[in-house]
């Protein structure tokens, strides 16, 4: 979904039809593979590329990421997982930190929260000025302008759940010994500002969904859904990325079907 004038977060939150567990499987083991095989390709042509994971908490990003990088090369993937900046790099632009985590020739790089923290959480929390968050949505367009016009394959994903089934899950990790470690006192404070986050995001969409680096919205009510509709937009963006690039690329599974 790119075209993002008019989103509102709340259409995604339609219940879907359910995804039985066999059919999710085989759709699962069918993208990793496609997932695979293109990462070697990547590798193979030195290629580049970025998945960007945002949404709102709870949403399912961990469980997405997992599946995205478990069936590929770990010797060609790095996942950063992006929290408060550490006090030395507060002192330098918010972009630095990701400057320096860019993929190399045959890598694929996952940030898990990226530089959209400046127009979402550091927007809400008041810890950038309106005029910082306001001048990063031209800054952020500019960078991935320059990624993407050095050959970077740049996908952006945003899982969205509903305030109810939110709760559900914050409610199910706080009850489960093996969750309870998800869950702390700054997601029960995000989620008191719930209705601020929407309106951060869509508008984030609205000033930051370009013709070359659009966002893809996920409904991830449903966890299988949402796993495998992550999975379905890297494939397609890593091989949209690499034929334009005028690389080969290798036969894919999902297409063919």
Do not use: C
């Not at 910082?132 to 899982?159: C, H, P, S, T």
């Not at 500002?193 to 869509?202: L, N, T």
């Not at 000033?207 to 659009?214: E, G, K, L, R």
């Amino acid at each position: 979904m790119s075209e993002t004038d008019s989103v509102r977060l709340a259409d995604l939150e339609a219940a879907r039809p359910k995804i039985k567990k066999a059919a999710y499987k085989q759709m699962l083991k069918t993208g990793q593979l496609d997932l695979l095989r293109l990462q070697q390709a990547l590798y193979a042509h030195g290629g580049r590329a970025i998945v960007n994971v945002e949404g709102m908490d709870a949403a399912g990003k961990g469980g997405a990421i997992l599946r995205l990088v478990r069936r590929i090369d770990p010797r060609g993937y790095k996942v950063y997982r992006i929290g408060a900046p550490a006090p030395w790099e507060q002192s330098r632009h918010y972009l630095y930190r990701f400057w320096s985590r860019l993929p190399g020739p045959g890598e694929l790089v996952i940030f898990d929260r990226s530089w959209f923290g400046r127009v979402l959480v550091e927007r809400v929390e008041r810890l950038a000025s309106k005029a910082e968050w306001q001048r990063a949505y031209a800054e952020i367009n500019a960078f991935e302008r320059m990624l993407v016009d050095d050959g970077v394959a740049l996908v952006k994903l945003w899982f969205h759940i509903g305030a109810d089934e939110q709760l559900r899950r914050f409610r199910e990790r706080q009850d489960n010994p093996f969750k309870r470690w998800k869950l702390t006192e700054e997601d029960w404070r995000n989620r008191e500002q719930w209705d601020a986050y929407i309106e951060a995001a869509e508008e984030m969409f609205r000033q930051t969904s370009t013709d070359h680096a659009p966002w893809t919205l996920i409904a991830a009510n449903d966890k299988r859904h949402a796993r495998l509709e992550a999975l379905r937009a890297v494939v397609e963006s890593l091989e949209a990325g690499m034929r334009q690039q005028g690389h080969a690329v290798p036969s894919l599974t999902s297409s063919r079907q």
